[in-house]
């Protein structure tokens, strides 16, 4: 029952408590009638155990039954509270029965019916599934310390915490390869600017491409550019806490990109080929007189050592950032003050840098 009384904890909320079954059944009637609630039921829906949530209701003062997580003093034997909450549009006033004492172990109530899976089109299902994920992520709206904005995300601007351990001084820090990282972004960039230049170049009457070089720097260094921006762009019309680990999928779709221009601008093309094409007035001359050869016969005889060079250059800075901040990527070995403060090339808030 319930009467117009202040809790113990909470004086907004009214007190629950119990009385006789004389007092019960005759002046405190009206104090101890109660309305289930199906929380988004219909009309005539069947009230069911473990099924159906539900909010208890006082009849006479409108006052849902609710709970909190601190627990009675020593008079109450530590127990948890049960209030009357004025507030029943609060998700919190929900219950559901877990189980019904005193039912005989051979009631028919016992008995659950197997419930069958229901049938749905793939189509109905993945639509419904993306909708469901759609929602679900706008919903984590929520502040988180190392959340960060998709504008430092290739830049790297900060990362993420895992794990500490104090006495070992270890730390497990997102954070990735910088050089690998800044690498693939000021690779984009310059991939921008060599469409940008070749369309002003081309619309200046200048043809500094042959057809299969801009081909492939097109579709397939752009396929990736494209991939790169469809798993980047998107992210800044989401209203959901981000982190850094998001723009993993770009990343890569980056380091594609990086490879595929770094090939671009290191391939040996053959030198009897002229590349050049210059329009004048309303006729176009074209010096290309024969098609590029397979691939062994472009670089046949030709010197590869700034190609070769290049890579070797980028695979060693890749392999040095990889092992120099190993220990915050596996967590392994502990890092004395100096050497995490040399690992703080940026704002990174890391542990143990004092």
């Not at 762009?233 to 990086?258: D, E, K, N």
């Amino acid at each position: 029952m319930t009467h117009d009384v202040a809790s113990p904890f909470f004086p907004t909320n009214q007190e629950f408590t119990t009385a006789p079954t004389e007092d019960a059944n005759g002046g405190r009637f009206n104090d101890t009638m109660f309305e289930i609630r199906i929380e988004n039921g219909k009309p005539g829906q069947e009230f069911k155990t473990m099924a159906s949530h539900f909010k208890l209701v006082h009849f006479p003062t409108k006052v849902a039954m609710w709970t909190h997580t601190t627990p009675l003093p020593d008079w109450g034997y530590k127990q948890a509270e049960i209030n009357g909450n004025k507030n029943i549009a609060q998700s919190s006033n929900i219950w559901f029965v877990e189980e019904v004492p005193g039912l005989p172990i051979d009631s028919p109530r016992l008995i659950k019916d197997e419930r069958k899976t229901k049938s749905m089109p793939f189509l109905k299902k993945y639509f419904e599934l993306q909708r469901a994920m759609f929602f679900h992520n706008n919903a984590l709206t929520s502040s988180h310390p190392y959340a960060s904005f998709p504008i430092q995300w290739p830049f790297l601007l900060r990362g993420v915490s895992f794990w500490t351990e104090n006495e070992t001084r270890q730390q497990i820090y997102f954070l990735g390869n910088p050089i690998a990282w800044w690498f693939a972004s000021s690779i984009l960039a310059v991939f921008a600017g060599i469409l940008l230049a070749d369309q002003v170049s081309m619309r200046r009457g200048v043809d500094a491409l042959d057809l299969r070089t801009r081909s492939r720097l097109y579709n397939s260094t752009g396929f990736f550019f494209l991939i790169w921006a469809a798993h980047y762009i998107p992210f800044f019309i989401m209203g959901r806490q981000l982190f850094l680990h998001h723009y993993l999928p770009a990343h890569l779709a980056s380091a594609l990109v990086a490879g595929a221009l770094v090939e671009f601008v290191f391939n040996i093309e053959p030198g009897d080929i002229a590349s050049l094409s210059i329009k004048d007035g309303s006729s176009k001359v074209d010096s290309r007189t024969q098609r590029s050869r397979p691939i062994r016969e472009r670089i046949a005889g030709q010197s590869l050592i700034t190609t070769w060079a290049a890579s070797g250059v980028v695979v060693a800075g890749l392999m040095w950032g990889f092992w120099f901040f190993a220990p915050l990527t596996y967590g392994r070995p502990g890092l004395s003050v100096d050497q995490v403060m040399a690992r703080k090339w940026l704002s990174y808030d890391l542990h143990f840098a004092k």
